[in-house]
C-alpha cells in the first residue's frame, strides 16, 4: 500500500512543468550551474541521471550528510534517477575539501569496514530500490597508468591551485601531497563513467564538481550541472558538520542520544535546522522567529519540536515522542533516566577501597583519556550521586548502585564485582 501511495505521489508530481520541478530542486541551493542548463534538461522530458558520491572514511553517515540526500530524494520522487557512488577508490586518497592538512590514507580494510553499512543508513532517506548503487573502484580498477596520464592531462596545475584550501596551505606552508592533486579530477571521472546529467553536494564541494564540468567536456560529454547545499554547522556552533571533529548526531544513532544531541545546538543554529532538515521556508522560520520573540513561542519548546521532528524521521514517531519524554524527565524535573547501563569494576580497580576519579570516568568509557577527564572534572560535569566533583586528583569510595554521570546526558551505575 505504501509504495502504491508513493508512485501516485510521483506521477502527480511528473505532471508539473519543468519550471515548476525546476523551483523545487534548486530552493536553497548556495550555487546553481547553470540554471539554464538544468531548464533544458527538464524539458528533454527523460529522467535526468543525479549523481552523488560519498568516500567511507568513517563509518557513520551523519545529519550533515542528510541534507544532500534529501534534495536527491526530491529528484528521486520527481522520477529522475538517483545514481549514489561509494567512493572505495577515491576514500584511499582522501578529499582534501576544507582540510588544513593531508587526510592519513586509509587501508582497503578499513573502506571496506566504513562502506559495510552505507546503504541501509542511506536507505533511510532514499528508495535504495529504486536507486543505482555503484562502487567506483569498478571503473578504476580497470584503468591503467596510461588511463590515468590521459585523464591527468585534461587540467592544469594553475587550475588546481585554484582552490582556496590549497592557496591557504600554501600561504601557510602547509604540504600538500600529489595524491590530493589527483583527487578532483579522478573524483569528477566518476561523472563520465556514470553519465551524470546533475551532481550535487555541500557547497564545499564547488571546486571538484565544477572539474567534473571541466572532465566531461574532455570526454566530449555534455557537462553535468552543479548544485550545492549549505553545510550543516555542527553541535559545537561553530565548524561543519563533521565525525573527525565530534560534533555530529549519527542519523543511526538511538533515539534518545539523537534528541538530546539535538536539544544542545545552540539557539542561533535553529533557523538553519529547520530550514536543512525539515525543509521549512524562510517565510516559515521568520515566523517561528517572530513568535519566539514575541513571547508566543518558548524556544525550548521549539528546539524539542525540531528534536522530535527529526528523530521522527529517522526512527518512528512514537520513538519520537518517547525520547522527548525521557528527556523532560531527566533535565526538565532532574530524575534519572528509567534506564542506565551498568558498569562492573574489579577488585583490581581499586586501592585501599577507592579508585582513582580520573581513572573511573576513564574506564566506563565518558572520556578518551585522562587529560579529557582531568578537564571534565575542573568544569564541573561530573557528578556521584548528584554531589558535583571538581577534584581531578580525588580518591572517591564507590559502592554498587552509585550513579556516575559525566555532562549532561551521560549516566552508569557502578557494580562491584567479587
Known sequence: MLRLVKSEVVRDKLTMTPEEQLQILIKGATNVVVREELLAKLNEGRPLRIKYGADPSAPDLHLGH??????????????????????????RIGDPSGRTKTRPILSEEEIKHNAATYVAQVGKILDVEQAEIVYNSQWFAEMNAADLLS?????????????????LRIDDGI?????????????????????????????????????????????????????TWPLLVGTDGHQKMSKSLGNYIGITEPPGEMFGKLMSIPDELMSQYHELLLDKTSAEVAQMQQATAAGELHPRQVKADLAEAVVTIYHSAGAAAAARAE?????????????IPELSLAPDDFSEGKIWLVKLIVTVGFAESNSQARRLIRDGAV??????????????????????RVGKRRFAKIILSE
Not at 596545475?157 to 584550501?165: C, K, P, S, T, W
Open 66 to 91: 542528510s541534507v544532500p540526500l534529501r534534495r536527491l530524494k526530491q529528484f528521486q520522487e520527481l522520477g529522475h534517477q538517483v545514481v549514489f557512488i561509494i567512493g572505495d577508490y577515491t576514500g
Open 327 to 339: 528527556f523532560d524527565r531527566v533535565f526538565a524535573e532532574q530524575q534519572l533516566p528509567s534506564e
Open 175 to 227: 604540504p600538500i601531497s600529489i595524491l590530493e592533486m589527483l583527487y578532483p579530477f579522478i573524483q569528477a571521472y566518476d561523472s563520465v563513467a556514470v553519465q551524470a546529467d546533475v551532481e550535487i553536494g555541500g557547497s564545499d564541494q564547488l571546486f571538484n564538481l565544477l572539474v567534473g564540468r571541466d572532465i566531461m567536456r574532455a570526454y566530449g560529454m555534455t557537462p553535468q550541472v552543479v548544485l
Open 151 to 167: 585523464l591527468a592531462s585534461h587540467y592544469t596545475v594553475a587550475r588546481m591551485l585554484e582552490r582556496d584550501d590549497f592557496t
Open 383 to 404: 557528578s556521584i550521586n548528584g554531589e558535583i566533583l571538581t577534584d581531578e586528583t580525588a580518591q572517591v569510595a564507590v559502592n554498587t548502585g552509585d550513579i556516575l
